[in-house]
Structure formats: C-alpha cells, structure tokens
C-alpha cells in the first residue's frame, strides 16, 4: 500500500473516532435544532445533507465497525483489523528505533481433527487455540483469526525486532498450542506451523505485503511438516511464484491427459513370474520431459487435484489391467497408493466397487498400498472403515514403506493387512551389510509367523534381489526388475521377461 493511501486510511480513522461517539452522536438534534433557530429552512436542510456525509466519510454507516473489526468466533481481530494494526506500526514506530513482526500461524491437519469433532467440538477447539494465543502474547501485540485455522500476529513495536526475538516468541504460541485440550470427556491434541517475517525484510513497506510475507513463510513451514517454524526469504516468493505457475499448469495437464500412471512390475523371488504391477504417477510434461511424482505432488495438492489424481490413476490402472487380460497377459493384479485423504472420503468404497464392476474386474484384482504412517496415525474412523470395507471386499492390501512408521501388530491385524512392502531402507546393500541382514531376516521372521506375504522395494541390484530371495522375502520390485515404464511398452518387457525363464506369454485370457 502507498504511503498516502495508508495517510487516507488514517484520516478516515480519526474522522471516524470524531464522530461516531455518543457523545459526539447525542449533540445531532442539538445541532438541527441550532440549524433550524439561527438560519431557517435552508441551513436545517443543508446540516440534515451534509452532517450524514461526513458520518459516511467517517465510517459510520459501514455498521457498527467495532464487530466489523472481530471474528465472531473467537473475539480476535479479523484481517482487516490486523492489517490496520500493522500500517499504524509501520507508520509510526518503522525507522524511528523501534519496529515490528508479522506472524501467521496455522493449525496443522486440521481437517482430520474437524472430521472427528463434528462442527461444535471444531469451534471449541479454535476458540481454546485464541485463548492460548492470547495467553502467550503481551497487551500491546495484536491477535487475529485470518480465516478458518490459521491466525495473525502484529508484534508491537520493539527496539530490537530481531529474529531471535521472533523465534522466541514462535516457539512460545507453539508451546501454548501443543498443551492437552480436555473436551467431552477426551483428550484432543494440536500443533502448528508458523511462519513469521520482520518488517525490514517485506518485500514492501506496507501492512499487506509483511502479513503476505509471513503467509509465505507458514506455507513453507508446513510444507516441512509439523510444528515447524520459517522465517521469510525473497528466495521463497520466488519459489511459491514457481509452484503457482505449476499449478496452473497442472490444470491442463489433467485436461490433455499428460498424467498417468507408468508401471513397475513386481516378481516372485521363487519363479521369476509377475506377481503384479504398481501404477506410479508420472507427468509427460511438453518441455521438461518426463517429471516423477516428487516434482508434481505439491503442485497437485496446492491445485486442489489431489482426488482428481486418484480417479485418474485408478481409472487408467484398471484400464490397463483389462487391456493385458484381452492380450493374453497373466497379471494377478495392480497395486495403488492410496493417501490420507483419499482414505478419509466416506464415497471411497462405493467408487472403487463402481470402478471394478465398470471394468469387470474382481476385488482381489486391486491392491490397496497404505502407508506405514497413516495406519501408524489412523486415529479415523473413516480411513479405519474404508481399509477394513476394502479389505472385506476382497481387495489385497499392502503395507507400504514397512519398518519407516511404527505401526503395531495390533494395527497390521485390525487393517486386516495381507503383505508388508520392506522400505528400501532396508534393502539398500543387503547383500554386504551384515546388520541389514539381521533386520532384514527379523522383519520376516515377523511376517511368517503372522502370515503375511512380503515384498522389498527399491532392490537395485543383483545382489540385492538374490539376498533378499535367500531371506525368504516372497516378491521383489525395483531397478534390478525394471524401470517404471508406459503401458506400452509394458507388454515388450513381459514379452522378454517371459523369453527369460523359458517360456512364453500365456495366451487365451487371465489365470485368476
């Protein structure tokens, strides 16, 4: 914002302190009356007009702008208030020895914390989170509720707005937050991700760009994950103008049909044969060539395309599925990593079973891949049914990342799990490190005895696949195997791994 916008806003301000009180509001039939006495009809008419003008000018007839100015909910300031507060920072204490600091901070996974609370224990738990905000800041800072959860901060002018004194105070609301809320009887937890940014560091002296700035920041923090801090750099302007751009192009890439899955396929380690496929998502991007899901995922996700994502990757997944039976190709199966939010839509189960009627296919022909993470977190009721409906439904489902979550056997059994995929941290030089051997050999000792069929991703190397075969892990997926590859070149690579073992592609429909 300009410097005489920010003057105008702070005229319109004065004139309105000056006139909206009641003091000043209880002396009107004073002054029409005086009107009316001393110059009749025309000046009673003229003060009748003019006197409402100035009330606009003042704010008066925008509503009563002390509720304007609050959140509803939680009593702090809205945006619009937060962002005066700074102006009025950066106009009077900015360059005289003192200065301030925006914060923003946001509640992390809160959709999942809203999904099991209902609306009311919702609201509860963000009204608590203002008065823990409240609690940890000074009577001069300014708090606010920008929108849902996420929350601002002016910091009130110091002389050493540092960021050591921004770190402090960050690491304190974080502190305040992450205390136990007791509510109806249980006990809920939260975190949040704050991003900050110090006055002299805005891209702008104005109140919106510092409060953009610290928005910025919140974002790459809780791109890092949770409870984590970040202060503003211009690099990272830089890089969010970079993801926007992405995003956009995300957009038309799911129009053209640029993103699909390519496929890895999966190998018994006793004959050799394809145990099944795995559908990894992969971008044909018209300049930058061939982009993996770590180049594109965040785009997606800041799109809003994530659940656009899994129906197309299902979609095409199956379709390739029905495809390799009609040519011949014995393919038991296809495996797709399903997320938190895919897990967490209540309509999960009833698509999946509208997909597989649509192509004729059978449950068992799915794989349901599940990170070690999320069953480890699976404190939903939703992501617990949709596994365990999934799983009665006669889809296989994996394990994912194995040993990187600390899911219990208690978890493994109540997600009704049928194999574990060993992380490919474990994999990594297996055939020369003794250690990995004994972990290795640990992890399916484990799984024999509870029955469950194994996979080692990531193998990379002869000697990898063959210790992991001496191990007795029962499949294998990696480079060692093959590349993740096109449908179409999928059926050359079964056509030469067949010529492989000896013998040749089974022709006359699939063997369930």
């Known amino acids: 914002m300009s410097r005489p916008a920010i003057r105008l806003r702070h005229i319109r301000r004065r004139l309105n302190n000056a006139f909206v009180r009641p003091q000043t509001l209880a002396f009107v039939p004073a002054l029409m009356f005086a009107g009316y006495w001393f110059g009749g009809e025309g000046v009673l008419m003229i003060t009748g007009v003019t006197f409402p003008l100035v009330l606009m000018l003042g704010g008066l007839l925008e509503g009563d702008r002390n509720i304007e100015r609050l959140d509803s909910l939680t009593g702090l300031a809205n945006r619009n208030h937060l962002i005066d507060t700074l102006d009025e920072f950066l106009v009077h204490h900015e360059g005289r020895g003192q ?64 960021m050591e004194i921004a770190l402090r105070v960050a690491e304190r609301i974080q502190a305040a937050i992450a205390e136990p809320i007791s509510l109806d009887a249980s006990t809920i937890y939260v975190t949040a991700s704050i991003g900050f940014c110090l006055a002299r560091r805005a891209p702008d002296r104005s109140a919106e760009a510092l409060l953009d700035a610290a928005e910025v920041a919140m974002d790459e923090a809780r791109r890092a994950g949770r409870s984590q801090i970040r202060a503003y750099s211009a690099e990272m302007s830089d890089a969010i103008a970079s993801r926007h751009l992405l995003s956009e192009e995300i957009v038309r890439a799911f129009e053209n049909g640029d993103i699909r899955p390519w496929f890895q396929p999966q190998i018994s380690t006793d004959t050799g044969l394809v145990t099944g496929f795995e559908a990894l998502a992969r971008w044909i991007h018209p300049e930058r060539g061939v982009l993996p899901p770590g180049d594109f995922l965040e785009a997606v996700e800041a799109a809003g395309m994530m659940e656009r994502l899994g129906e197309v990757m299902l979609f095409n997944g199956l379709s390739a599925l029905r495809m390799w039976d009609k040519a011949g190709y014995r393919v038991p199966r296809v495996a797709f990593n399903f997320t938190a939010a895919e897990l967490r839509n209540p309509r999960m189960v009833d698509r999946i079973r509208w997909e597989l009627d649509r192509f004729d296919l059978t449950p068992d022909r799915l794989n349901i891949e599940v990170l070690e993470t999320v069953v480890a977190d ?88 063959a210790m992991m075969a001496q191990l007795g892990c029962g499949h294998v997926q990696g480079y060692s195997v093959a590349q993740p590859m096109p449908f179409e070149d999928a059926l050359g690579w079964m056509d030469r791994h067949a010529t492989r073992l000896g013998t040749a592609p089974q022709i006359g429909g699939p063997l369930h």
Do not use: W
């Not at 923003?104 to 914390?113: G, K, N, R």
């Not at 040993?403 to 297996?430: C, L, P, Q, W």
């Open 378 to 465: 699976a404190t939903n009721d939703t992501i617990t049914s949709n596994i365990a409906a999934l799983a009665k439904l006669g889809c296989q489902v994996d394990l994912d990342d194995f040993g990187t979550g600390h899911a219990s056997i208690a978890n493994i059994r109540r997600f009704a799990v049928n194999r574990i995929k060993i992380d490919r941290s474990f994999v990594t030089h297996v055939d020369t490190d003794r250690n990995q051997q004994k972990m290795v050999s640990a992890i399916l000792s484990m799984a024999d005895q509870l029955d469950l069929d194994t996979l080692a991703e990531g193998v990379e190397s002869v000697g990898e696949h």
């Open 99 to 162: 200065s301030t600091i925006a914060f923003v901070i946001q509640l992390d996974d809160f959709s999942e914390v809203a999904e099991s609370l209902g609306s009311a224990g919702t609201e509860e738990v963000l009204r608590r989170t203002a008065d823990r905000i409240l609690d940890a800041i000074r009577p001069g800072d300014q708090a606010a509720r920008l929108v849902e959860h996420r929350y601002g901060l002016a910091l009130g002018p110091v002389r050493q707005a540092n």
